[in-house]
Structures are given as structure tokens and as C-alpha cells.
């Protein structure tokens, strides 16, 4: 069982008036930890901060919840930290408190084992029968509500696959069920326009910065699925998985993009 902390206290009990219990009002955040040190905290503090504010509250503590996640990240040395911030208990209407006292959860976890195979080896994806609402009010946050995500993982892959591809109800590509997406074509890089559905990653944010100090093109934009059966090389990103090259996407096949190594190795991301 992982060890959770609700609001700096070692338990694992909430009220269950939580607003996001009761509506997913708040969102989160996944973080790696690598020798002792949570990599891109103050992005992930950052982003959490973001959220909560499009949300209508703002992230209460922030020195404090920095300071247990750094004494927390030395204590496991390794592994995954996920931190989850809600508005805290309101009443049993959708109407959100005047004064907000929020809740924050903690908790430490081990980096799946299969995860260091995936960078190495590389994946495949199916497309997933679920798709994404448009709702640009609520686009590229981690935000509580992941119901469509249980949606997906709901259903079984078919053998050998690892993961899904996710469209939005218009059918553009947004991300894996996990992880945000890029395409090469040619001499330039893409990925999705988080502007109406899915979640903008740290690590995506990261890539797209690595990415540029590299003198290679980056665009975010509508990528249709057709485009992306048509594209040179096809990756993944999360802050757990750092980046992971796509062998095919059901019967459409792919190389290796060679460079995803060298920027594994500057982002620190190797597993």
C-alpha cells in the first residue's frame, strides 16, 4: 500500500464532503523522483497553481507543499510522487464555498518495472473506441474528473498492445490514454493543440523547450489520424515514462526516432 499524507499528516482518510470527492474540484500532478530529487517541481507547482486558478481558487501553502514534496522525494529516493489538490469540503451543492480551506493528498509510489522495457523497446498503440469531449474550458488541465480515462481503460487492448490512441469527437488526435503525443515529419516535430480537450504534460512542456534548444521546429496544431499514420516517427511523453517511440499504431508501422535518445539523456529521463 502507498504511503499518503492528507494535508501534511500521515493518514488516509479525507472528509467525505471533499468537493473532490464529491465533483473531481481540484486537480494533480505526477512527478518522478530520480537520486532524491523531484524533477521540474516548481513546473508541476506551477501548472497545479494554473489549474486551481481556471478552476477559481488559488493553490494555498505553496512553499510548504514544495518543501514535503522535496523531504518526501529524499526519503524515497526514487520513484513516483503524486500530489492532489482539491477545494476541500463544501456543502452538497454544486456551488462552490466562499472561503476556500483546501485539501492536499500526498502520496508515493514505485515507477512501474514495464516502464523501463517501454523506453527501450519502444510501444504499441490501438485506437480507442472512447473519445474525448471538446471542453476548452477545461483543456490541458489534470484535473480531478478522469472519468473519461476510466472509460478507456475500461476496455481491453488487443494482444500486444500497450496503450491507447486517443481521438476528440471531432476525430483529431490528443494524446495516448497516458501520455502526450508527437509526430516527425521530416525535419520537424508535432503534437497536438491542447486547446480543446486532454492534458498538457510538464513533460510536454519540457520536450517542446529541449526540443527548440536543439534548433528542431516544434508546432502545436490539429493533427488529424490520418496525418499521424502518415508521419516519419511517432513518440510518447509523460513525467513517469519520460519519452517512448511508437513501433505501429495497430497495423501502421514506424521507426525509431533517433534523436528521442539524446534528449532522454538531457532531460535526465532514462529508466
Same mark, same amino acid.
Given at each position: 500500500?502507498?504511503?499518503?499524507?492528507?494535508?501534511?499528516?500521515?493518514?488516509?482518510?479525507?472528509?467525505?464532503? *471533499?468537493? /473532490?470527492?464529491?465533483?473531481?474540484?481540484? @486537480?494533480?500532478?505526477?512527478?518522478?523522483?530520480?537520486?532524491?530529487?523531484?524533477?521540474?517541481?516548481?513546473?508541476?507547482?506551477?501548472?497545479?497553481?494554473?489549474?486551481?486558478?481556471?478552476?477559481?481558487?488559488?493553490?494555498?501553502?505553496?512553499?510548504?507543499?514544495?518543501?514535503?514534496?522535496?523531504?518526501? /522525494?529524499?526519503?524515497?529516493?526514487? !520513484?513516483?510522487? %503524486?500530489?492532489? #489538490?482539491?477545494?476541500?469540503?463544501? !456543502?452538497?451543492?454544486?456551488? @462552490? $464555498?466562499?472561503?476556500?480551506?483546501?485539501?492536499?493528498? #500526498?502520496?508515493?509510489?514505485?515507477?512501474?518495472?514495464?516502464? =523501463?522495457?517501454?523506453? &527501450?523497446?519502444?510501444?504499441?498503440?490501438?485506437?480507442?473506441?472512447?473519445?474525448?469531449?471538446? =471542453?476548452?474550458?477545461?483543456? /490541458?488541465?489534470?484535473?480531478?474528473?478522469?472519468?473519461?480515462?476510466?472509460?478507456? %481503460?475500461?476496455?481491453?487492448? $488487443? &494482444?500486444?498492445?500497450?496503450?491507447?490512441?486517443?481521438?476528440?469527437?471531432?476525430?483529431?488526435?490528443?494524446?495516448?490514454?497516458?501520455?502526450?503525443?508527437?509526430?516527425?515529419?521530416?525535419?520537424?516535430?508535432?503534437?497536438?493543440?491542447?486547446?480543446?480537450?486532454?492534458?498538457?504534460?510538464?513533460?510536454? =512542456? &519540457?520536450?517542446?523547450?529541449?526540443?527548440?534548444?536543439?534548433?528542431?521546429?516544434?508546432? @502545436?496544431?490539429?493533427?488529424?489520424?490520418?496525418?499521424? %499514420?502518415?508521419? *516519419?516517427?511517432?513518440?510518447?511523453?509523460?513525467?513517469?515514462?519520460?519519452?517512448?517511440?511508437?513501433?505501429?499504431?495497430?497495423?501502421?508501422?514506424?521507426?525509431?526516432? $533517433?534523436?528521442?535518445?539524446?534528449?532522454?539523456?538531457?532531460?535526465?529521463?532514462?529508466?
Amino acid at each position: 500500500m502507498a504511503s499518503v499524507f492528507v494535508n501534511g499528516l500521515p493518514q488516509q482518510q479525507i472528509n467525505p464532503l *471533499d468537493r /473532490g470527492l464529491a465533483y473531481g474540484d481540484g @486537480a494533480f500532478a505526477t512527478m518522478r523522483v530520480l537520486q532524491g530529487k523531484v524533477l521540474f517541481i516548481d513546473e508541476h507547482i506551477e501548472r497545479l497553481q494554473q489549474a486551481c486558478l481556471r478552476l477559481g481558487f488559488a493553490l494555498q501553502n505553496q512553499l510548504e507543499l514544495i518543501n514535503q514534496l522535496e523531504q518526501h /522525494g529524499q526519503i524515497i529516493n526514487q !520513484g513516483c510522487i %503524486k500530489i492532489l #489538490i482539491s477545494r476541500g469540503v463544501g !456543502g452538497r451543492g454544486y456551488t @462552490a $464555498p466562499d472561503i476556500v480551506e483546501q485539501t492536499s493528498v #500526498i502520496s508515493l509510489h514505485e515507477i512501474p518495472a514495464h516502464y =523501463q522495457q517501454w523506453q &527501450q523497446q519502444g510501444i504499441s498503440l490501438s485506437l480507442a473506441a472512447v473519445t474525448l469531449a471538446r =471542453q476548452p474550458l477545461l483543456a /490541458g488541465m489534470k484535473h480531478l474528473n478522469r472519468l473519461e480515462q476510466v472509460l478507456i %481503460k475500461q476496455d481491453s487492448l $488487443p &494482444q500486444g498492445c500497450d496503450d491507447w490512441l486517443v481521438l476528440d469527437t471531432d476525430g483529431n488526435v490528443v494524446e495516448s490514454s497516458m501520455a502526450n503525443v508527437f509526430i516527425v515529419e521530416g525535419q520537424n516535430v508535432y503534437t497536438p493543440a491542447i486547446s480543446h480537450s486532454g492534458v498538457s504534460g510538464v513533460m510536454r =512542456q &519540457q520536450l517542446i523547450i529541449a526540443l527548440l534548444q536543439n534548433n528542431i521546429n516544434v508546432y @502545436a496544431e490539429p493533427i488529424s489520424l490520418s496525418r499521424l %499514420k502518415q508521419a *516519419d516517427h511517432v513518440f510518447i511523453s509523460n513525467s513517469l515514462l519520460g519519452i517512448i517511440n511508437i513501433n505501429n499504431l495497430d497495423d501502421n508501422q514506424y521507426s525509431s526516432w $533517433p534523436m528521442s535518445h539524446n534528449l532522454i539523456k538531457q532531460l535526465q529521463l532514462s529508466l
